[in-house]
């Protein structure tokens, strides 16, 4: 990897930092910027030299260094994860347009993921915003195939919808909103790549907890997780898993 790749890895780590924030004060409407980070057992302030992404943790041993509470896991493995998603976004598309907005919009899904995941919901706060910046950039980077864009978020849209309307409970309108700004995201025919991964990954994770007995058959998991995992794989390899998935298909 060249010295580029390796710098916006790290910028994707600061982000990280920036998008656990996020994940903790936007569910509780609480402002993004003030107060200062705290630790929320303690309330003391948390000095700048342990906000080192992924490094501070490690170094405190995950715990705080005042109180010595526990930090969430997650604060660790969100920065590793925008890191890793921002290498891999540079690695695909390179210094161009297309790297800063999808790195945005890898930013947005991994918010609204795990905001779902502990929270349960998909917020209107996140996905109408997330949707009109769709909106905005389709055009911009894929005149050409403007319908096919559009036609891919009404597609999801109606998936799901129906799925909702038919298995009450089973699919939330938050995941339906969703999907309309990974449809646009993705365009057509990735969008159908997307809902397939979505549903075998949610069904062998769903698997795996039941067999585990972490969960029963009446509990249901947040969807959105995967939704926006397929999103992170479709939007970087869909073109190349689609073209496998035509070469295996014609023999």
Same mark, same amino acid.
């Given at each position: ?126 996905? &109408? %915003?997330? *949707?009109?910046?769709? =909106?905005?950039?389709?055009? @911009? $980077? ?7 864009? +559009? ?36 365009? &057509? %025919?990735? *969008?159908?790549?997307? =809902?397939?991964?979505?549903? @075998? $990954? ?7 907890? +039941? ?41």
């Amino acid at each position: 990897m060249t010295i580029l790749t390796w710098m916006y890895g790290v910028l994707g780590l600061v982000i990280g930092s920036f998008l656990n924030v996020c994940i903790d004060r936007i569910p509780l409407d609480q402002s993004i910027s003030n107060p200062p980070s705290r630790c929320p057992h303690c309330e003391k302030r948390i000095a700048s030299y342990d906000l080192i992404p992924v490094i501070s943790y490690l170094v405190l041993g995950g715990r705080c260094r005042n109180c010595k509470e526990k930090i969430p896991f997650r604060v660790f493995f969100v920065e590793l994860l925008t890191g890793l998603v921002f290498t891999l976004v540079w690695s695909r598309f390179g210094q161009s347009w297309q790297t800063l907005v999808v790195s945005i919009y890898c930013s947005l899904l991994i918010v609204i993921a795990f905001i779902d995941l502990e929270h349960r919901k998909v917020l209107n706060l996140l996905v &109408f %915003p997330a *949707i009109w910046i769709a =909106l905005i950039m389709v055009p @911009v $980077l894929h005149f050409e195939n403007f319908w096919s864009y +559009l036609a891919a978020g009404v597609a999801g849209f109606a998936v799901l919808f129906l799925i909702s309307v038919i298995r009450p409970g089973a699919m939330g309108m938050g995941d339906v909103k969703l999907i309309v700004f990974l449809g646009l995201i993705t365009g &057509f %025919p990735d *969008i159908i790549l997307l =809902l397939f991964l979505a549903f @075998v $990954l949610g069904g062998l994770i769903a698997g795996f907890l +039941l067999l585990l007995k972490k969960i029963n058959r009446k509990d249901s998991i947040a969807f959105g997780p995967f939704l926006a995992l397929a999103g992170f794989i479709v939007l970087l390899y869909g073109d190349q898993i689609l073209a496998w998935w035509t070469r295996m298909a014609s023999g």
